[in-house]
């Protein structure tokens, strides 16, 4: 039987907990292959006797494998999560004498992947470091990527299955983390509420757009694309009007609140009627007789995080038709604002949801800007919305790259490695080129962000930025194209090898969507630059 040792701790409330460790052995090849209830897996043993009868899979698989080395065919049927999760610890007896184990060394979540093309050029092991990146930035990836492992990664994966949306307590600990201060970026950085400390000890001074990128990047690693939305898809497009836009008091009463996640806001602008043609939006906002409220009557669909948010800040009609007639207003959740869940392709974390305004009374002091003057504060919002949301879609292309090539290096079939295959090194050769074209454009965009200012940015990026969403989108059609092609069934199956490429083949036309079509972003691009274009030019 399994020898145990006592462990005594004391908490902070001093009571003292005992907890009971197992103590492993140091086993011999030949001790092991004697004993046919123990396999061994990466230099590690366990007991797998009583196991065999519940496994999933059914036992038969043990026959062959008993008291041997199954780390092959372990790694050929599972995840390596599989053996670290539910069952890999309370069957593990013991380790190989005088050996380590090189495969759990080699996945650690928190460490940088070794993986080719595992991480963004600057990160990835033997380049030279890149201009766009200091010190800062490095130790700022490395807290993120700790932060999240411990705090976000368990609830994430659970939530992507079960639809769970992400609870109060994960906003408030993002909050006072600066995970949600990290991923508004630069325009929240120089009021930064008590109580917020930012990854990597950085200081609001030093904090620039590629901190902000990172920040993106690290939640996508998550690889869990509706629960990521849940944590705050709405909360940076809906937080930067109110911090640029809002009245002094209102703006100081929200913004501390939503950073530290003790509110939760969302953005609520399409409606049934109206996608991309924004000016052409239905819901209403009509003062009372006294002038003091606007009373709002209309209903926004596809909102995400609408199902939990405290405040929506709502595109709104206040005059005649068009782009001219549009208000913004920060409307705060009453008995007259209702929410019903919409189901999405993703998971139902995301929290998505229809929006009902039925006479909502709304005091005139929450209006954003100035009144039917609130289509340029949406349009000043695309930018920073876009190149959030093409960051993290290159990050979700790049976590299906990792997981290709690790799977065809480990899969053997018809005798050697997937990777002698040439047809599946064109389709692999095809999407990393994919990425890192894009990646590399949206590096020289992120560049120009910091260096311009927020006007000029609006004035200069918008069709750059736009036609960057496109390709990137683009991007993300060929790498789930060829890595479902390369992982084949598995990566049509919602749990095992494949979830990481099953869930973002799942999404990805959303992200083709949202945020402007991939037709108005292509349209949008070539117009912004038709209109810098010199009338004289010739061939």
Request: aromatic share 8%; proline share 4%; charged share 20%.
């Amino acid at each position: 039987s399994d020898v145990y040792k006592r462990q005594v701790s004391t908490q902070s409330t001093g009571r003292s907990l005992v907890k009971m460790t197992k103590e492993l052995r140091s086993l011999t090849r030949d001790e092991v292959a004697k004993n046919k209830g123990w396999i061994v897996i990466d230099s590690n043993v366990y007991d797998i006797s009583r196991f065999r009868n519940i496994h999933p899979g059914g036992n038969e698989v043990f026959d062959e494998y008993g008291g041997q080395d199954a780390t092959d065919v372990f790694y050929s049927l599972h995840r390596h999560e599989v053996i670290t999760g539910k069952y890999g610890p309370k069957l593990k007896i013991g380790t190989i004498s005088g050996e380590t184990s090189k495969i759990s060394a080699s996945n650690d979540w928190t460490a940088l992947s070794k993986v080719p093309f595992g991480e963004t050029p600057h990160f990835q092991p033997g380049f030279m470091p890149s201009p766009f990146y200091a010190a800062s930035h490095e130790a700022f990836k490395l807290h993120c990527r700790k932060i999240i492992d411990e705090e976000l990664r368990e609830p994430a994966e659970a939530g992507e299955v079960s639809g769970e949306m992400p609870s109060h307590d994960i906003w408030k600990m993002m909050g006072r983390k600066g995970l949600l201060a990290a991923r508004i970026g630069v325009a929240c950085m120089k009021d930064l509420p008590s109580g917020i400390t930012l990854p990597g000890n950085l200081s609001p001074d030093e904090f620039d757009y590629f901190h902000e990128m990172i920040c993106h990047e690290e939640i996508a690693r998550l690889a869990t694309p509706g629960y990521n939305d849940g944590l705050g898809a709405g909360f940076w497009i809906g937080l930067p009007p109110v911090i640029k836009f809002a009245q002094p008091q209102v703006r100081e009463h929200v913004t501390p609140a939503v950073l530290l996640g003790d509110k939760r806001i969302c953005l609520s602008i399409t409606e049934p009627y109206t996608g991309s043609d924004v000016a052409g939006i239905k819901t209403t906002a009509t003062k009372t007789a006294d002038g003091k409220h606007y009373v709002i009557n209309g209903c926004k669909k596809w909102i995400t995080n609408g199902e939990f948010a405290d405040y929506f800040v709502t595109a709104v009609r206040t005059g005649g038709k068009g782009m001219k007639g549009v208000s913004m207003i920060l409307v705060e959740r009453t008995d007259d604002l209702s929410t019903k869940h919409l189901t999405a392709a993703y998971s139902k974390s995301a929290g998505t949801s229809l929006v009902m305004y039925e006479g909502v009374k709304v005091p005139v002091e929450n209006l954003l800007g100035e009144e039917n003057k609130g289509f340029s504060i949406i349009v000043s919002n695309f930018n920073h919305e876009r190149w959030i949301i093409l960051t993290t879609v290159q990050q979700y292309c790049r976590n299906c790259l990792q997981e290709a090539i690790k799977w065809l290096n480990q899969r053997q079939a018809f005798g050697k490695s997937l990777t002698q295959q040439p047809v599946l090194r064109y389709k692999l050769g095809q999407a990393i080129a994919a990425v890192e074209a894009s990646h590399a454009w949206l590096e020289s965009v992120t560049h120009q962000m910091n260096s311009m200012s927020y006007e000029d940015q609006n004035a200069k990026l918008g069709g750059m930025i736009a036609l960057l969403k496109y390709e990137t989108t683009r991007t993300a059609t060929l790498v789930c194209d060829n890595c479902v092609q390369l992982l084949g069934g598995r990566a049509v199956t919602r749990h095992g090898m494949g979830k990481v490429i099953q869930r973002f083949n799942m999404a990805y036309k959303i992200f083709s969507v949202y945020g402007g079509s991939e037709e108005i972003m292509a349209d949008l691009g070539v117009r912004q630059a038709m209109r810098n274009m010199d009338p004289h030019a010739r061939m």
